[in-house]
C-alpha cells in the first residue's frame, strides 16, 4: 500500500511500460521463418477467445436496450396517460427532492467489525439517515463493497441495497448484510440516493450523499 498516491502512479507506470517493452512489444517483432509473429498471434487469439463474448457490439446493443431503452419506452409511455400526470407528479418530486436534498445525511452506526472475517461470513451493516422533509419511500440506500486497491479505495466493487426497518427518533433505519466472498482486504461505504418508480436510471437526478 502506497501512502503516496505519486510514488504509486509512478510505480504502476514504470511497471506497465516494462510489460510493453519487455515482453508485450517483442513479440510483435519475434517472426518465424514464415515472418509470422507466433507469439504475438497465440496472446491475441488468447485475448479474443476470453474476451470477444462481452467486449462487442451486439452485447452492447443488447445490454443498452435491456437496460435503458425498452424500461424507458415502458415509462414514457406510462407517464403519458392522463393527459401526463404520472410526469407532471415526477416532475413536482423531483422539484421537491432537489429542495430537500442539502437536509440529508448518514451514517455508519458502529464501527467496522475487527479481526478476521471468513470466508462465506456476512457483516451486518447498520445506516441511520437523516432525510429532512423527504420519507424512507423517497431515497434508497445503498452499501458499496469489494477489494481494496494499495490506495485503500474499493475498486470494481458490488453494490446491495439495504432494506429500511424503521425509524428512530429523527433518523431512518436501513440495515444489510455484506457477504464476504473471498480472501483480501475488504471495504465498504454507504450511500443515499433519490429512488421513484418512474426513473429510469436512480442517478438522473444528480443528487447522491456519501457517508
Known amino acids: 500500500m502506497y501512502k503516496d498516491p505519486e510514488e504509486q ?7 506497465l511500460y516494462n510489460l510493453l517493452e519487455n515482453e508485450i512489444v517483442p513479440l510483435f517483432f519475434e517472426r518465424d521463418k514464415g515472418g509470422l509473429p ?5 496472446m491475441m487469439k488468447a485475448s479474443m477467445r476470453t474476451l470477444g463474448a462481452a467486449f462487442n457490439t451486439a452485447r452492447m446493443v443488447r445490454e443498452y ?17 392522463d393527459a401526463f400526470a404520472s410526469a407532471k407528479e415526477l416532475s413536482a418530486w423531483r422539484s421537491r427532492v432537489a429542495a430537500e436534498w442539502s437536509r440529508v445525511s448518514m451514517r455508519v452506526d458502529g464501527a467496522a467489525p475487527s479481526g478476521d472475517l471468513l470466508v462465506g461470513s456476512r457483516v451486518a451493516v447498520t445506516v441511520r439517515a437523516s432525510l429532512g422533509a423527504l420519507s424512507a419511500d423517497d431515497v434508497a440506500v445503498e452499501i458499496c463493497y469489494g477489494m481494496l486497491n494499495p490506495a485503500g479505495e474499493v475498486r470494481d466493487g458490488e453494490v446491495i441495497g439495504a ?5 428512530e427518533g429523527s433518523e ?11 480472501s483480501g482486504r ?9 429512488r421513484h418508480p418512474d426513473l429510469v436510471n436512480p442517478l438522473t437526478p444528480l443528487l447522491l450523499t456519501w457517508e
Open 9 to 15: 502512479d509512478l510505480v504502476e507506470c514504470d511497471a
Open 38 to 42: 507466433r507469439g504475438w498471434i497465440g
Open 65 to 81: 436496450a435491456e437496460r435503458f431503452y425498452i424500461p424507458a419506452h415502458r415509462i414514457g409511455t406510462r407517464l403519458a396517460k
Open 163 to 167: 432494506r429500511h426497518e424503521g425509524r
Open 172 to 182: 431512518e433505519i436501513f440495515r444489510a448484510e455484506i457477504p464476504c466472498r473471498a
Open 186 to 194: 475488504f471495504g465498504f461505504a454507504a450511500r443515499v440516493i433519490p
